[in-house]
């Protein structure tokens, strides 16, 4: 189970603990927020998308949508999410708890500007049903992220 991939991963730093796992469903941001009782734009959004034969993932606020434009002007190629089976497969979590902890080897990770206007964070932790409140640099640091980039709108 991709929670147990995750939880493994933050027990290297002495962090599973701070796992949060609900009895309801954080699988949309929406549905996060709730969980969490918080703004929907804090909730981690990890978008999974294909380059070329290779997955990345981008984790943007949960108010931002992808921008095509400025997507294919950073990666070069036209926005191609990856359906359920692709992500699961070749980043290693399934839809609804995709975040960018313990995935496969290979999957490049992007952090989208939208996100640095908050001192914490909540992204997924590998099940529909969990997140762990990270601050900017501890989501820099546990990503093992590429770069940042500036590949979204409607937050501003």
Same mark, same amino acid.
């Given at each position: 189970?991709?929670?147990?991939?995750?939880?493994?991963?933050?027990?290297?730093?002495?962090?599973?603990?701070?796992?949060?796992?609900?009895?309801?469903?954080?699988?949309? @941001?929406?549905?996060?927020?709730?969980?969490?009782?918080? #703004? $929907?734009? /804090?909730?981690?959004?990890?978008? %999974?998308? &294909?380059?070329?034969?290779?997955?990345?993932?981008?984790?943007?606020?949960?108010?931002?949508?992808?921008?095509?434009?400025?997507?294919?002007?950073?990666?070069?190629?036209?926005?191609?999410?990856?359906?359920?089976?692709?992500?699961?497969?070749?980043?290693?979590?399934? @839809?609804?708890?995709?975040?960018?902890?313990?995935?496969? #080897? $290979?999957? /490049?990770?992007?952090?989208?500007? %939208?996100? &640095?206007?908050?001192?914490?964070?909540?992204?997924?932790?590998?099940?529909?049903?969990?997140?762990?409140?990270?601050?900017?640099?501890?989501?820099?640091?546990?990503?093992?992220?590429?770069?940042?980039?500036?590949?979204?709108?409607?937050?501003?």
């Amino acid at each position: 189970m991709s929670i147990e991939k995750v939880r493994a991963y933050f027990a290297g730093f002495h962090m599973e603990e701070r796992i949060l796992e609900f009895p309801v469903s954080s699988a949309t @941001v929406e549905l996060a927020a709730q969980a969490l009782n918080t #703004e $929907g734009c /804090r909730i981690v959004k990890t978008l %999974s998308f &294909k380059v070329g034969e290779k997955a990345i993932l981008i984790c943007a606020a949960g108010d931002a949508k992808v921008d095509n434009a400025k997507y294919k002007a950073r990666f070069g190629v036209k926005a191609k999410m990856l359906s359920h089976e692709e992500a699961a497969s070749m980043i290693g979590h399934a @839809v609804g708890g995709v975040c960018p902890f313990a995935v496969n #080897e $290979g999957v /490049r990770v992007y952090l989208d500007e %939208s996100m &640095k206007r908050f001192a914490t964070v909540f992204p997924a932790a590998g099940s529909s049903n969990s997140a762990i409140e990270l601050t900017i640099p501890e989501l820099e640091q546990y990503s093992d992220y590429e770069a940042w980039v500036d590949v979204c709108k409607g937050w501003q």
